[in-house]
């Protein structure tokens, strides 16, 4: 009876996995009803529960040291955050892949759908000033219940963080008998009119960082030093449009804020690639929690609060970002040094 009982679980839930191709929002190897990519369901990521953190007194925290670091997704063991490429068609077609996505597609997708709350990384009221959306002070919030696709205020504000506009046409529109479109400026001059310019989304590729702010901090109950990432931004080269229509990459830029712990809830179901095995794919969420990628420090808690780059370039900003990091870790070595 019992074997009979467990046999009909197991029916039902592949049941329940050939009828829905996502599951807690993570793809699945189901392209399609009854078809199944490969020799079983890779169900293990789509349907885990996320592993909550330790929980942690301020009684017990003796020492702790705030830092932000850049994952530079350049480097070849960032590239399971980087890869595989999404696109957007000419007509908006969003393509990804169908088993496992980039961290900046599970990003989009979900910030669009209304589960992940997006920061700006300054005020609206002051658009060139400080960029200090690592507070999570400026939420972009949508009407109650509602997210990209049904709310239009909140999609115009979104193009912002999500593309960038595009060249603009250097042919006019015409009217009716193929005459250039004129208007008069307030000025009294006369200027032809051009079709607004389209907005080019941010893909994958475009992607060039990943910059997290994260605490790190000795935990005397359990006597480990330990980490937690607060929170996470995406960053897109900083590309201007030059009068002869070439273009010039002028920095990078800050696309928002997300609050990691809420990130976590989403990570938690969607696969990353192992390039050493393909039965022991781990979530994001996991391989942010086991620091499988290698981050720079480009600044720390202190009296001045400054980059390191403020004070240091080149070579020597890398060995100061170095330093800073020995010093943390030696932080648990001194513990246990009498």
């Known amino acids: 009876m019992k074997s009979l009982f467990l046999s009909l679980i197991a029916i039902g839930l592949v049941g329940v996995l050939f009828a829905q191709p996502e599951l807690n929002g993570g793809p699945v190897n189901v392209p399609a009803d009854g078809i199944v990519d490969g020799v079983y369901i890779k169900e293990h990521i789509p349907t885990k529960k996320m592993i909550p953190y330790e929980y942690v007194r301020e009684a017990d925290v003796i020492w702790s040291k705030r830092a932000w670091e850049y994952i530079d997704l350049r480097e070849k063991i960032n590239h399971s955050m980087y890869y595989p490429l999404d696109e957007i068609t000419a007509n908006g077609t969003w393509i990804r892949h169908a088993e496992r996505w980039s961290l900046w597609t599970v990003i989009r997708n979900h910030v669009l759908n209304g589960d992940l709350r997006l920061f700006s990384p300054f005020s609206e009221n002051n658009l060139f000033g400080e960029k200090d959306g690592d507070q999570l002070k400026y939420p972009v919030d949508p009407e109650p219940g509602m997210n990209f696709y049904t709310d239009s205020a909140f999609r115009e504000k979104l193009v912002y963080y999500f593309g960038q506009l595009g060249a603009q046409s250097d042919i006019p529109l015409t009217d009716e008998f193929g005459e250039p479109l004129v208007r008069m400026t307030a000025d009294g001059f006369e200027e032809y009119v051009y079709p607004d310019r389209d ?21 005397k109950e359990r006597s480990v030093l330990d980490v937690r990432i607060i929170a996470l931004a995406p960053v897109v080269n900083n590309i201007e449009l030059l009068a002869d229509g070439t273009k010039s990459i002028n920095g990078t ?12 809830f989403v990570f938690n179901n969607y696969l990353v690639y192992n390039e050493k095995n393909d039965a022991q794919w781990m979530s994001f969420d996991d391989l942010f929690w086991k620091r499988r990628f290698n981050a720079t420090i480009y600044k720390e808690s202190s009296v001045y609060d400054r980059k390191v780059e403020t004070y240091r370039t080149g070579i020597d900003a890398l060995m100061e970002s170095q330093k800073i990091k020995e010093d943390m ?10």
Do not use: A, G, M
């Open 199 to 219: 907005t080019v989304w941010f893909t994958s590729e475009d992607i060039v960082q990943y910059r997290i702010k994260e605490d790190w901090f000795f935990d």
């Open 329 to 338: 870790r030696t932080i648990e070595h001194d513990v246990w040094n009498f």
């Open 253 to 264: 830029k800050e696309l928002f804020w997300l609050y990691f712990p809420h990130c976590r």
